[in-house]
């Protein structure tokens, strides 16, 4: 990042770099608009997100998405045209698709197909109303004290983030945020020393496990042996405070109970999504953006944990303020 470069002022940022953010930032880019995109982790995607360690690659967040609304479909079309999504026929009930060869390629291919700046590892801890004589509406400051400045902002971090950051700001959308909430996830990745019957694979929705997968059932590329294990909302939830070596060896364990065999593991890694899977969706008669449309609220808890309602939520944001 060039300190420089950032001072000038953009026609918008979004804040986050998941689907939704990367939705609302290609439809400002479809609209002629200076977009930045503001993330504080490593990666885009947020938690469409890929693992790779010691050769073993992990899809550690959301596994799969469906497709049904229009829009949504045609640009997954261009995706699966591009290589960067594939369709994944595991038994699930209506057709499903999952990044090619990871999950994480299908957001890559969401930032590569257009033209707007992204930051990564810078966390915005205050946003402010410009003073009336500058020419951006509002101020965003980072972890080390630099600012940006938009005239339009559009957040799509998880809601109990934004409505931290919205409480001095815009308290009626600060409500709408407190209105969501979510479970957290539990996620095991477990490299093997051998190859793995997948016959038991993916496991769903068994006692502790919400879903279990064998990496190289994917088939989009060749996978290492590896098992992404991830809690159901309730066991989650109960190991919420737990240590990474107890929930390792937790769900490890239920898993080698299902399968009836224990597990060649060479490694393992726990990871924790705090703000993992929509419990309870925002309240859809509180408003989504400011009288002004000058800010707007996106994510998928503005509707489930569904990838498409990222999408449409990103989308939805989008639309409000640019038109």
Same mark, same amino acid.
């Given at each position: 990042?060039?300190?420089?470069?950032?001072?000038?002022?953009?026609?918008?940022?979004?804040?986050?770099?998941?689907?939704?953010?990367?939705?609302?930032?290609?439809?400002?880019?479809?609209?002629?608009?200076?977009?930045?995109?503001?993330?504080?982790?490593?990666?885009?995607?947020?938690?469409?997100?890929?693992?790779?360690?010691?050769?073993?690659?992990?899809?550690?967040?959301?596994?799969?998405?469906?497709?049904?609304?229009?829009?949504?479909?045609?640009?997954?079309?261009?995706?699966?045209?591009?290589?960067?999504?594939?369709?994944?026929?595991?038994?699930?009930?209506?057709?499903?698709?999952?990044?090619?060869?990871?999950?994480?390629?299908?957001?890559?291919?969401?930032?590569?197909?257009?033209?707007?700046?992204?930051?990564?590892?810078?966390?915005?801890?205050?946003?402010?109303?410009?003073?009336?004589?500058?020419?951006?509406?509002?101020?965003?400051?980072?972890?080390?004290? $630099?600012?940006?400045?938009?005239?339009?902002?559009?957040?799509?971090?998880?809601?109990?983030?934004?409505?931290?950051?919205?409480?001095?700001?815009?308290?009626?959308?600060?409500?709408?945020?407190?209105?969501?909430?979510?479970?957290?996830?539990?996620t095991v990745m477990l490299a093997l020393d051998a190859p793995l019957d997948g016959t038991n694979f993916p496991i769903r929705d068994q006692g502790m496990i919400g879903w279990a997968n064998y990496e190289p059932l994917r088939s989009f590329e060749d996978y290492t042996p590896a098992l992404t294990i991830q809690a159901s909302p309730s066991a989650s939830n109960m190991m919420l405070s737990w240590d990474k070596e107890e929930v390792i060896s937790t769900l490890a364990k239920a898993c080698e109970d299902y399968c009836g065999a224990p597990l060649p593991v060479s490694l393992a890694l726990a990871h924790r999504w705090l703000y993992?899977?929509?419990?309870?969706?925002?309240?859809?008669?509180?408003?989504?953006?400011?009288?002004?449309?000058?800010?707007?609220?996106?994510?998928?808890?503005?509707?489930?944990?569904?990838?498409?309602?990222?999408?449409?939520?990103?989308? $939805?944001?989008?639309?409000?303020?640019?038109?």
């Amino acid at each position: 990042m060039t300190n420089t470069k950032y001072q000038d002022v953009f026609d918008l940022i979004i804040i986050g770099s998941g689907i939704s953010g990367l939705t609302a930032a290609r439809y400002g880019v479809q609209n002629g608009k200076s977009v930045l995109v503001i993330d504080k982790g490593r990666r885009i995607g947020g938690r469409c997100s890929t693992k790779r360690h010691d050769g073993a690659t992990f899809n550690h967040g959301a596994q799969f998405f469906t497709c049904k609304e229009p829009e949504f479909r045609a640009l997954i079309a261009q995706a699966q045209q591009a290589g960067a999504v594939h369709e994944w026929d595991f038994g699930h009930h209506a057709p499903s698709f999952a990044g090619a060869p990871t999950m994480r390629d299908l957001p890559q291919f969401l930032a590569d197909d257009s033209a707007f700046d992204i930051l990564q590892n810078v966390t915005i801890t205050k946003i402010s109303k410009a003073p009336s004589h500058d020419g951006a509406h509002y101020h965003l400051y980072d972890q080390e004290g $630099r600012f940006y400045r938009c005239h339009q902002l559009i957040l799509t971090l998880p809601a109990p983030q934004a409505e931290q950051l919205l409480t001095p700001l815009a308290p009626d959308l600060a409500k709408t945020a407190a209105s969501a909430s979510y479970d957290p996830c539990w996620t095991v990745m477990l490299a093997l020393d051998a190859p793995l019957d997948g016959t038991n694979f993916p496991i769903r929705d068994q006692g502790m496990i919400g879903w279990a997968n064998y990496e190289p059932l994917r088939s989009f590329e060749d996978y290492t042996p590896a098992l992404t294990i991830q809690a159901s909302p309730s066991a989650s939830n109960m190991m919420l405070s737990w240590d990474k070596e107890e929930v390792i060896s937790t769900l490890a364990k239920a898993c080698e109970d299902y399968c009836g065999a224990p597990l060649p593991v060479s490694l393992a890694l726990a990871h924790r999504w705090l703000y993992a899977r929509v419990s309870q969706s925002a309240d859809a008669t509180l408003p989504f953006t400011t009288k002004d449309k000058s800010l707007a609220l996106a994510g998928d808890y503005f509707g489930n944990a569904r990838l498409e309602s990222a999408f449409l939520s990103g989308r $939805r944001a989008a639309h409000a303020l640019l038109s």
